[in-house]
């Protein structure tokens, strides 16, 4: 009887664990799910959509993360904030997704932050912002860190980072390069140029105030409206007050009237260095009809070398996803990788405060460098890790390029002044 | 500096004023002839950039020809889809009518957005001289003043036709009293289609002047189809006389602004203004019932 109830007892335990193996091994196959969301009918989420496939694609051809293939759940918020708190409910609660991706303005990913906070302890999961700049996501987790620690903010650079660092490398810009001693500062009217105008209370003193430290008077200040199309009287006024360069603090202001409009004023030998937006993309050329000649802007969408990963990413995404590599595309695709890594160190997806810890301490070859974040604030590791050319339009022939002239290890031109390139 | 700051206000007055003329002009004729408040108004903007842009981009047309047929295309438009497809049929149901309008002109925005986004580079090569000049201690762009003088250009022709030629004096009398100039013989019907068609020819030719300076993209109609309804509503709706005045005034409230204050105040201070003026002088400065 005993040596019944023995073999019994064998069977039972061997059946146990062919059960538990079973289902370890179901659990390993079963798919990794991350979800998309962004307005898609914009052009910066249609390239970070496509940006967000290819990512997906080349894991799932290199067998996947962690050994897990890698579904990419696409949703379009239509730019609309109550849908997009639905669709973030919906990809948390139903598809059960491990990370939520938000490729959209900054407003909408604060949005989806404070939905994933109420949701958190019954739904662990990741946030990623990747389209914006604005400082409130990192804020979130500035000042309370337990409730907000799943949400991650990548961009070419937060707007503090534009004010302790970016500011010191334009004032090097403005100063060594173009020789200035007195400009004129831009802003456009939208949130994320806030700190920039008034400062960040014990971080750091509005822009201006950085530039003077630096040597730099500022003589003229202005800011401008996002449907603003005549902007000639800013242009004649900063000529008047004898500024030596003018800096734009601007991405989505109608930069076509802008640039027009400068290189027709008596602001038209001054540099003229735009942060930003269309002035950075190809189409600027034609679009100004090659008035943009001489314009310096930020733009991550030259073909400079910045990692063996650039140039692939920026041919992959044209010639298979058919989407230009615009801003959010960047973000979004070394987002996935910088992922990608933290699960694998973290052993798997399946302890979220372990992948956040691991996301806290994360690096990994970018398109424009290096990904990774701030262990206590968030945002992805900036300038030198993370790197935004500084282009200047020259000429090429009878077109224009856009020729890189800083940061110095990728510079392919030296900086020349408009009146020097007109000639 | 307040000398400069002066001649600066001069000059940008008139410039900006004349532009503002030619933005508004065919919507002041529509408003006077047909008492429409035309919604639609800010298509015309659109098909005149972006028509010349296919021409140019999918047929490789030069850019005349590309601007003549893109003309034919506008005509078109403004005949069959806005007066015989809408305002023909909806004259008396104002609300369909205004609905109808504008859902086109969104409608037509989003397909130009679509096929031809941002990204897509459009521009239109029409400079005639590129450079600047100096007037006393402003620069000016010689753009802006052909820009400026063309919109002077044409008004005074439109002014002309109105006083001097019998269409004109048909169509003031028109815009007077539909039913007596019945009964005098005007064939209404054929003058109506000869407003849409002169209502189109400002704004176009106001687009091909001012794109080496402003930006073509696909929601331009919506500003300046603001801009024409601010010019129309304080010059007095459907009256020339007044949509001069207006341009004027809002182009001296905005250079005004721009110079002394803050370029970013410039619309709301002009509304402000519009504003101020319906409250005191109901129907705008020139609040008669004819177009002259």
């Known amino acids: 009887m005993n040596r019944w109830k023995g073999k019994l007892s064998g069977i039972v335990v061997l059946c146990f664990c062919l059960v538990l193996c079973t289902g370890a091994m179901v659990q390993a196959k079963e798919p990794l799910k991350i979800g998309f969301m962004g307005n898609l009918s914009s052009a910066p989420c249609l390239s970070s959509r496509g940006a967000a496939m290819m990512a997906v694609d080349e894991m799932n ?20 904030i109550p849908k997009a708190v639905e669709i973030y409910k919906k990809l948390v609660m139903t598809d059960k997704v491990t990370a939520v991706v938000i490729a959209e303005k900054v407003e909408m990913a604060v949005a989806g932050m404070e939905i994933g906070a109420e949701l958190f302890k019954e739904y662990p999961h990741i946030m990623f912002s990747t389209i914006g700049s604005g400082d409130v996501i990192w804020h979130h987790v500035r000042d309370n860190y337990d409730k907000y620690k799943f949400g991650f903010q990548t961009y070419y650079s937060v707007s503090t980072n534009y004010l302790n660092i970016w500011g010191k490398l334009n004032a090097e810009l403005f100063t060594k390069l173009a020789g200035a001693k007195k400009m004129a500062l831009i802003y456009e009217d939208m949130e994320w140029t806030k700190p920039l105008r008034k400062g960040l209370e014990g971080v750091s003193p509005p822009l201006k105030d950085v530039y003077k430290k630096l040597g730099l008077d500022v003589v003229y200040e202005t ?19 004898e500024a030596d360069v003018i800096d734009a ?3 989505y202001i109608d930069e076509g009237a802008l640039i027009k409009q400068w290189e027709q004023s008596s602001s038209r030998d001054l540099p003229f260095f735009i942060w930003g937006g269309l ?22 969408m030259v073909r400079v070398a910045i990692s063996e990963k650039t140039i692939p990413f920026m041919d992959n995404l044209m010639t298979k996803y058919k989407v ?18 933290a699960v694998e160190n973290a052993g798997g997806a399946g302890n979220i405060d372990a992948l956040i810890k691991s996301l806290e301490k994360v690096e990994e070859v970018a398109v424009l460098g290096t990904i990774g974040w701030d262990p206590k604030l968030h945002y992805n590791l900036p300038y030198p890790k993370y790197i935004t050319p500084v282009v200047q339009w020259q000429k090429e022939g009878d077109q224009g390029a856009m020729k890189v002239i800083f940061p110095p290890e990728f510079a392919n031109s030296k900086y020349m002044s408009p009146k020097e390139l007109r000639k | 500096m307040l000398i400069y700051k002066l001649q600066s206000i001069l000059v940008y007055a008139f410039i900006w004023g004349s532009i503002y003329l030619l933005i508004s002009l065919g919507f002041s004729l529509i408003c006077g002839v047909l008492r429409i408040f035309h919604l639609g108004y800010g298509v015309t903007f659109v098909v005149a950039a972006y028509g010349t842009w296919a ?16 003309f034919v295309v506008q005509i078109a438009f403004a005949l069959l889809i806005f007066y015989k497809g809408i305002f023909q049929r909806y004259l008396e149901q104002e609300e369909i009518l205004l609905t109808l309008s504008m859902l086109i002109f969104l409608a037509v925005t989003h397909l130009a957005n679509y ?15 590129d450079g600047t000049f100096k007037i006393g201690k402003v620069r000016l762009s010689y753009q802006m003043l052909f820009a ?17 030629t019998r269409v004109g004096l048909i169509i003031r009398a028109m815009s007077q009293d539909i039913q007596a100039s019945r009964l005098m013989g005007a064939d209404v019907n054929m003058m109506y289609y000869l407003a849409m068609t002169l209502s189109v020819i400002p704004p176009t030719i106001c687009v091909l002047m001012i794109a080496p300076f402003w930006s073509v993209d696909p929601f331009m109609g919506a500003p300046l189809l603001t801009t024409a309804m601010l010019v129309s509503i304080l010059g007095g709706l459907g009256n020339l006389k007044g949509s001069i005045v207006a341009s004027y005034m809002i182009g001296f409230v905005h250079a005004f602004i721009s110079f002394f204050y803050v370029s970013r105040f410039m619309g709301f201070a002009a509304l402000v203004i519009t504003l101020l003026v319906m409250i005191f002088k109901r129907g705008g400065l020139y609040p008669g019932e004819t177009i002259w």
């Open chain 1, 61 to 80: 051809a290199a067998g996947g993360i962690d050994g897990r293939q890698v579904e990419l759940i696409v949703e379009d918020t239509k730019g609309e």
């Open chain 1, 223 to 241: 800011t401008v409206s996002t449907d603003q199309k005549m902007f000639t009287s800013v242009f004649e006024e900063i000529a008047a007050m």
């Open chain 1, 249 to 251: 603090t601007v991405g």
């Open chain 1, 279 to 300: 002035a950075g993309m190809p189409p600027a050329w034609k679009v100004t009809e090659g008035k943009c000649l001489g314009v310096m802007v930020g733009s991550s």
């Open chain 1, 324 to 341: 230009g590599p615009i801003f959010g595309s960047h973000t979004t695709y070394d987002t996935l990788y910088g992922f990608k890594k």
């Open chain 2, 55 to 70: 021409f140019m981009n999918e047929l490789h047309l030069g850019l005349w020809p590309a601007i003549g047929l893109m």
């Open chain 2, 115 to 129: 096929v031809y986004p941002v990204t897509a580079g459009v521009y239109i090569p029409t400079t005639i001289i």
């Open chain 2, 148 to 164: 400026a003088l063309t919109g002077i250009f044409v008004t005074f022709l439109f002014v002309w036709m109105f006083l001097k």
